[in-house]
C-alpha cells in the first residue's frame, strides 16, 4: 500500500421506516505501525458546515474510526461487542452506543476492504440500524 491512498466510504442508515444513504470518496494518508493499520483524512460535517480530521485504525479484529474537529467521536467496532463514546459537539455531549453485528476485514497488497454492520444507541435508547463498507487503495500516480 502507498502512502497516498483514496478512500471510498459507502453505508445505508435505517432508523425506522426512514433510509439514508452515505457516500464519501476523499484522498488520505496510509501508513503502519505496532502491527496495526492507520488510515488519515478530512470530512466535511455539512450539518456544522465545517471539516473534522478522521483517523480509522485497523487492528486485526476491530475498527476505530476517531473524529477530531467541530464534533468529535471515537467510534469502537469490535464485532459481538458493545462499545460506548461520547459524541461531542458544539451543543453538548450524547452517550452513542456502537453494537457490532458483523464485521470483515480483508486486506490485500494495493488494497484494503472493510464491512461493519452496527447498531447505535443514544443513551441506550436504539436509534439505528447500520452498514458501512469501506475501501482504502493507493493511488497510482
Given at each position: 500500500m502507498t502512502k497516498d491512498v483514496i478512500i471510498t466510504m459507502s453505508g445505508i442508515r435505517l432508523d425506522g421506516s426512514d433510509e439514508q444513504d452515505i457516500e464519501l470518496i476523499t484522498p488520505g494518508q496510509y501508513y503502519k505501525k505496532g502491527g496495526k493499520d492507520y488510515i488519515l483524512y478530512e470530512e466535511y460535517l455539512k450539518e456544522l458546515d465545517e471539516t473534522a480530521?478522521?483517523?480509522?485504525i485497523i487492528d486485526e479484529d476491530k475498527v476505530n474510526i476517531i473524529k477530531y474537529g467541530p464534533a468529535n467521536v471515537n467510534m469502537i467496532f469490535d464485532k459481538y461487542k458493545r462499545n460506548s463514546s461520547?459524541?461531542?459537539?458544539p451543543y453538548g455531549s450524547l452517550l452513542m452506543g456502537f453494537n457490532t453485528t458483523d464485521l470483515k476485514i480483508e486486506k490485500e497488497e494495493e488494497e484494503m476492504?472493510?464491512?461493519?454492520?452496527?447498531n447505535i444507541d443514544i443513551n441506550y435508547q436504539h436509534v439505528s440500524e447500520n452498514d458501512i463498507s469501506i475501501k482504502i487503495q493507493s493511488k497510482h500516480k
Open positions: 480530521k478522521c483517523n480509522i461520547y459524541y461531542q459537539t476492504r472493510i464491512f461493519i454492520k452496527y
